[in-house]
């Protein structure tokens, strides 16, 4: 078996260890970020650490949504009037051309993907002129050997626009699930039958996209773990290539939308975790490798050849192999990161839209990295990617005496070797079986911003 697929189960080690802590995909988080600090001086800092030679990924936001999803805690804009994309897409190419002037320099887009919101709620001819804007101003790969993804909504989606996708250059598509029971459906406000999410994804086969992600959902409203275990059995028949599985956080105070959700509906902690346990098993059993946190991947795809290379990465869009490149972000609440910075673009759609048109960008707070966070960015991101650090490697890289310069971190650790969540040997750190599920938590032991003993606000819980 795979060692990748070594996870171990055990309820009191969950159970004291899951508190609330960040998802890495940045560090410092964006808890961190500084609305102080001026575009100008983020903008300089980012070109002048930025690797020039180095690939490019791109993410665009189109955030707007037909429907409601009350689970949803995405920046989206609820909207049945399609009249109101082309606005916001003309603000988004006066903004493209901007970063283009900034960071593109004839550097190839090797990984490119459209999030929101609902991508494809814009029509096909928007589709086709948001592809050629950014093709006029970066250098996109015509070839097919990009890793150029879309999120969808199969409800969203016919057999028409899935041809427009693959012919503009998406080669991989993500579909939103969640669950796959009637009752769960209305009580999230998000009906659609396994009929014609199978339809859907039979087209994209067909059409030739290489990677198809479907996205689920546990922990909300009406699931059992009878239920779910259906729900899984029907997308292992499907046999996507990845799946994501995340924890739904209820957070009505923070979401207007999960208002509607009503908490006495909602599955008890023990029947969670045992629908997390019981998909787990059910997903390597079905021969999917176990990434890390809530990914799983089929053996050859991409994701998981990565992280037995050593060559696995995260960022804003969670696991990725794509480690040598910057990202430039564009869109509403969007978040860049360019060499040592980090920013985001204004999270009000409003605000966006009025500082594009004044100054041709949005950029509304960021961080640029110290040498201690890039020293601890290093180790928290092999950690969270491979379960294993090399400290030779860190010490290498950043001329530093691991032991000496993480002495508090390596303390903590002792408390989780002694629980059998890591192996601590003089010259590395392994992630035991029963610590791969709680990654999150070791990785706060190296995170300079957080505590580390009690729930910290603004994250969601790590299990």
């Known amino acids: 078996m795979n060692q990748n697929n070594l996870i171990k189960w055990d309820l009191d080690l969950i159970r004291r260890y899951d508190l609330s802590g960040p998802r890495y995909t940045s560090y410092p988080t964006a808890i961190q970020f500084n609305p102080d600090l001026s575009a100008e001086d983020l903008v300089n800092t980012g070109q002048q650490t930025a690797d020039k030679k180095a690939p490019l990924s791109l993410y665009v936001h189109i955030p707007f949504c037909a429907h409601v999803c009350y689970y949803c805690a995405c920046n989206k804009v609820i909207t049945r009037n399609r009249k109101k994309a082309q606005p916001y897409l003309d603000t988004l190419y006066q903004e493209m051309a901007e970063l283009s002037q900034w960071y593109a320099d004839d550097r190839t887009v090797e990984q490119l993907h459209l999030g929101g919101g609902t991508p494809t709620f814009i029509s096909n001819q928007q589709m086709v002129e948001l592809m050629q804007q950014l093709r006029q101003h970066f250098t996109l790969l015509d070839d097919d050997s990009g890793d150029y993804s879309i999120e969808i909504d199969p409800r969203e989606v016919d057999h028409e626009m899935l041809k427009v996708l693959r012919e503009v250059g998406f080669n991989r598509v993500s579909f939103g699930v969640q669950d796959l029971e009637l009752k769960v459906q209305q009580a999230v406000n998000r009906v659609q039958p396994l009929e014609e999410i199978a339809d859907v994804l039979h087209e994209a086969r067909r059409l ?40 739904y956080a209820h957070m009505p105070d923070r979401f207007r939308s999960q208002s509607h959700i009503k908490a006495e509906d909602l599955p008890s902690p023990e029947t969670k975790l045992a629908i997390l346990e019981t998909t787990i098993s059910k997903l390597i059993a079905a021969g999917y490798v176990y990434i890390g946190m809530d990914h799983f991947a089929k053996p050859d795809d991409e994701l998981a050849l990565a992280q037995q290379s050593g060559k696995l990465h995260r960022n804003f869009q969670g696991y990725t192999t794509h480690s040598d490149c910057d990202l430039v972000a564009m869109g509403v609440s969007s978040i860049s990161q360019i060499g040592d910075v980090y920013y985001q673009n204004e999270h009000d759609m409003s605000a966006y839209t009025a500082a594009v048109e004044s100054r041709n960008n949005a950029i509304k707070r960021g961080v640029t990295l110290s040498t201690d966070d890039r020293i601890r960015r290093a180790v928290i991101t092999q950690l969270i990617c491979h ?51 709680l990654i999150r938590r070791i990785c706060m032991a190296f995170d300079a911003y957080i505590p580390k003993q009690e729930p910290t606000k603004g994250f969601s819980r790590i299990i």
Do not use: C, W
């Not at 009406?222 to 028949?237: G, N, P, R, V, Y």
């Not at 290498?396 to 310069?405: A, G, L, P, R, V």
């Open 387 to 437: 379960f294993e650090l090399d400290m030779t490697t860190i010490e290498q890289q950043f001329d530093i005496n691991f032991s000496e310069y993480f002495a508090e971190a390596l303390q903590e650790l002792q408390r989780f070797t002694h629980d059998g969540l890591v192996n601590l040997n003089p010259s590395n750190i392994e992630v035991t079986p029963a610590g791969r599920l």
């Open 208 to 247: 030739g996209f290489r990677s198809i992600n479907i996205d689920l959902i546990y922990g909300l409203p009406h699931q059992t773990l009878e239920s779910f275990s259906k729900t899984l059995d029907s997308i292992i028949a499907l046999s996507p290539d990845r799946l994501s599985v995340f924890n």
